[in-house]
């Protein structure tokens, strides 16, 4: 299992669009990778449970991945993470 | 046939004129990259549910609904293009998250003009967030549409 957490970059949080970068990025793995926001859990798969968890600009998303890509799949949502603040959201940043 | 499920359909969630996905001035939406749909210029602020749904989730600004149907099609409204930025002024959600909601009742009311006073477009990308499980999905010819009453894409599981 692989942990890490990460805030919200995207000042508007996590609305449609970085939503579905996240999503489409972890649908190519066959990991199961959850995400915690506060009191909500969503499965990152799914573009509408992410967007349901209402996360705002510098909350702190908690990921767990479990599988056996699961070292991929967290280094690749690690670098879709910390894509920096000067690109835009259509690139991909969360 | 025995084994051929018949095809279920999804209504317009506005009145007004419809776009294909790919005229939406937003990559995000035309790429595909968030799903498969249709879009509606509105000329009307109601937007209805497309078919019987649970509301999975409500943006915090009132711009964008995730929805569920009962046969598990993700589905996702959102208000305009950018609308995200207005911070729910003009949205006005007749909906709670968790609710479940019949095929044709309103979701939200739209103040269409905020938005254009916002310089923003009002076009609303209807998407299905989850198209692999369709085998078949197909949208309407019709250049307009009632909302919550047009059937805008048939689809098939």
């Known amino acids: ?94 | 046939m025995l084994f051929s499920k018949k095809k279920s359909v999804l209504l317009a969630v506005a009145d007004g004129e419809v776009l294909p996905l790919s005229q939406v001035e937003d990559e995000a939406f035309s790429s595909g990259m968030l799903g498969k749909g249709i879009a509606i210029k509105p000329s009307s602020g109601s937007i209805y549910s497309p078919a019987d749904v649970t509301v999975v989730g409500i943006a915090e600004s009132g711009h964008a609904y995730t929805l569920e149907s009962a046969d598990g099609l993700e589905l996702l409204i959102h208000i305009g293009i950018d609308t995200v930025g207005l911070g729910g002024k003009g949205f006005l959600p007749m909906v709670g998250e968790g609710d479940t909601v019949k095929a044709g009742e309103v979701l939200c009311r739209v103040d269409l003009q905020a938005i254009r006073d916002a310089g923003l477009s009002t076009v609303i990308p209807f998407l299905i967030t989850n198209p692999e499980i369709t085998k078949e999905l197909k949208p309407t010819q019709a250049a307009s549409a009632i909302g919550g009453q047009s059937v805008i894409l048939e689809y098939r599981l």
């Open chain 1, 1 to 94: 299992m692989k942990q890490f957490q990460c805030p919200v970059r995207d000042e508007n949080g996590m609305h449609a669009r970085p939503a579905g970068a996240l999503s489409n990025l972890a649908k190519q793995f066959s990991s199961e990778v959850r995400v915690r926001c506060g009191q909500r859990d969503a499965n990152a798969k799914r573009l509408i449970s992410l967007m349901s968890l209402g996360a705002k600009a510098g909350e702190v998303l908690e990921f767990e991945i479990v599988g056996e890509d699961e070292e991929a799949a967290s280094d690749a949502i690690l670098k879709l993470l910390a894509q920096n603040d000067g690109e835009r959201a259509s690139e991909g940043r969360v």
